[in-house]
């Protein structure tokens, strides 16, 4: 499905107010589950939430609700990323609306629609996960990373976090595509790491484990005995939207400021290989 990328749908605007602390944090896949812990987070931490999803229902204007509340701007635009055309235009038009741009957050994504043999992929399913995972993330990056560049460096923190998965290293032939995308992702985090470090802009990638959302509902009887029995992470749960948001307003609020390019699993231990 392809937005009209012209004209997006943006909710929640009002009169302007002074912008957050932090500056403008820019969230893919925000509307809801671990993309809406994550505003709520961030807003918390003192960045105002630009809420970028390709889907505009009532989980949208919640978030917006939600990050107003804790005394944040925050507004709603509907975009596809992975029409690339136009960036831009629509990172000029973020940053006119809310402030500049000090956070853009990774998170939007999508999972194989039918999981099964790697023989059987076709080349629409695996240009559909290309398309959003890898390539619509790594140009709105770059985007984002021309429009934090034309600025002169400012005291404020600046980052780049994105969203993999623990699948970027763990192989499940079940879902080859999505696991190559993820794959994909953490290697053109690394190279933005090094590109934008000299302007003190850090880059990071966090890779969560098993995290109890409505992309994992239909595993989530399937693996709840083996997590539960501590088979598949060391700590024996499921993660929550709120633990990934964690990491995330840690490392953007300058947590960590010795680090960009790092890898953070937020998976309870799952990337320990164990005899």
Not at 129 to 149: C, D, E, H, P
């Amino acid at each position: 499905m392809m937005l009209n990328q012209a004209a997006p749908a943006v909710r929640g605007m009002t009169e302007r107010q002074p912008s957050g602390d932090r500056g403008l944090a820019v969230v893919t896949g925000g509307r809801r589950g671990i993309g809406r812990a994550i505003c709520c987070d961030l807003a918390r931490v003192g960045f105002d939430i630009a809420i970028v999803d390709i889907v505009d229902d009532e989980n949208a204007g919640e978030t917006v609700d939600l990050v107003r509340a804790l005394g944040r701007n925050s507004a709603f635009y509907r975009r596809d990323i992975s029409e690339t055309s136009g960036n831009a235009a629509f990172v000029e038009g973020l940053e006119r609306d809310l402030g500049e741009i000090t956070c853009l957050v990774n998170n939007a994504g999508v999972q194989v629609s039918v999981r099964g043999d790697l023989l059987d992929v076709t080349e629409e399913s695996f240009d559909r996960l290309i398309g959003v995972n890898l390539r619509g993330t790594f140009f709105l990056t770059q985007a984002v990373a021309r429009a934090m560049l034309s600025r002169p460096q400012i005291a404020s923190e600046r980052s780049v976090v994105t969203i993999t998965s623990a699948n970027a290293g763990l192989v499940s032939p079940e879902k080859g595509p999505y696991c190559i995308s993820k794959a994909g992702l953490s290697m053109a985090s690394q190279q933005f790491a090094i590109r934008l470090a000299d302007a003190g802009i850090r880059v990071h990638e966090i890779r969560p484990g098993l995290i109890q959302t409505e992309m994992t509902a239909d595993v989530y009887e399937k693996y709840s005995s083996q997590v539960e029995a501590g088979q598949l992470s060391a700590i024996r749960r499921w993660g929550q939207p709120e633990d990934i948001a964690r990491a995330v307003a840690t490392l953007a609020a300058g947590g960590l400021p010795f680090s960009t390019g790092d890898i953070y699993h937020i998976g309870g231990g799952m990337q320990i290989h164990r005899l």
